[in-house]
C-alpha cells in the first residue's frame, strides 16, 4: 500500500512558476514509477510527466515539454513537478500516481495502469 499526497498548488500569473511535490509513504517508492497528470474541468485526467523507478526514464506530453521538469529523490521518498511558464490552460488538478512495482514499462502513460493516487492539487494560472 503506498499513500500519495500532493502540495505546492496555488494560483499564479501566466508566465509564472510553481513546483509541485508528492510525499510517498512506505519504504517501497523506489519500485514504483512515479507518473505526474492533470484534470481539467469537463476534461479527461491526462498523462503529464512520467519517471521510471531509479529516474533514469523520463516522458513527457508534447504539450508541456519543454516548460515540465519531473524528477524524483527516492531517499526523500518524493516526486517533484517543477513547472515553468505556466499558461491558463496548465489550470487544472494535479494528481500523482505510484505504477508497479509489477508494470512491465518503464514509464506508462495511460492512468488505468496506475496502482494508487494523491488527493490532487489545484494550479489556477491567470491570464
Known amino acids: 500500500q503506498v499513500q500519495l499526497v500532493e502540495s505546492g498548488g496555488g494560483l499564479v500569473q501566466a508566465g509564472g512558476s510553481l513546483r509541485l511535490s508528492c510525499a510517498a509513504s512506505g519504504r517501497t517508492f523506489s519500485r514504483y514509477a512515479m507518473g505526474w497528470f492533470r484534470q481539467a474541468p469537463t476534461k479527461e485526467r491526462e498523462f503529464v510527466a512520467g519517471i521510471s523507478r531509479s529516474g533514469g526514464t523520463i516522458y513527457y506530453a508534447d504539450s508541456v515539454k519543454g516548460r515540465f521538469t519531473i524528477s524524483r529523490d527516492n531517499a526523500k521518498n518524493t516526486v517533484y513537478l517543477q513547472i515553468n511558464s505556466l499558461k491558463p490552460e496548465d489550470t487544472a488538478v494535479y494528481y500523482c500516481?505510484?505504477?508497479?512495482?509489477?508494470?512491465?514499462?518503464?514509464?506508462?502513460?495511460?492512468?488505468?495502469?496506475?496502482?494508487?493516487w494523491g488527493q490532487g492539487t489545484q494550479v489556477t494560472v491567470s491570464s
Open positions: 500516481a505510484a505504477d508497479g512495482p509489477l508494470s512491465m514499462k518503464p514509464v506508462e502513460t495511460n492512468p488505468l495502469e496506475y496502482d494508487y
